[in-house]
């Protein structure tokens, strides 16, 4: 599952954008921030017109760099195989093993409630059984 995470900051009126993969099937427990971040992504000041100028940079870095780096990543085995792949060693056997059929219903309960995704129980049920 790719995942688009917006921190704002608390210093001051700003956001970091950060992309991300979440293996379903990972038993890592955060989303793991594991793609591009772009540090000063969105400022804003008091002014309504600031904020929609914010807004509009943040849709332009999605469509702009955010779609095309979770492209380059659909496939799944360069996610598996390429040294430059965003998962970790971890996330990389958890997804060798989903793709095996060894799927554990607790890590996709887990990735769906991390990413705050209600997960359909029907699905989680027939996994596990």
């Given amino acids: ?13 700003r956001f970091r954008a ?9 038993g890592f427990e955060a989303l793991g921030l594991n793609g591009t971040s772009v540090e ?6 008091e002014d309504d017109e600031s904020v929609k100028r914010c807004i509009q940079m943040l849709t332009e870095l999605l469509i702009r760099d955010g779609l095309p780096w979770v492209e380059s990543w659909l496939d ?3 996610l598996l195989r390429d040294s430059d792949s965003p998962l970790s060693e971890r996330d ?6 989903a793709l095996e059929g060894q799927i554990n219903p607790e890590h996709i309960t887990l990735s769906y409630r991390l990413s705050g995704i209600s997960p359909l129980m029907s ?5 596990a059984g």
């Fill in 1 to 13: 599952m790719a995942f688009f995470h917006f921190h704002k900051f608390t210093f001051g009126p």
């Fill in 18 to 26: 950060q992309f991300g993969i979440r293996v379903l099937n990972s």
């Fill in 40 to 45: 000063q992504a969105g400022v804003y000041g």
């Fill in 76 to 78: 799944t085995e360069k």
């Fill in 92 to 97: 990389r056997v958890a997804l060798r093993s």
């Fill in 123 to 127: 699905v989680v049920e027939a996994t």
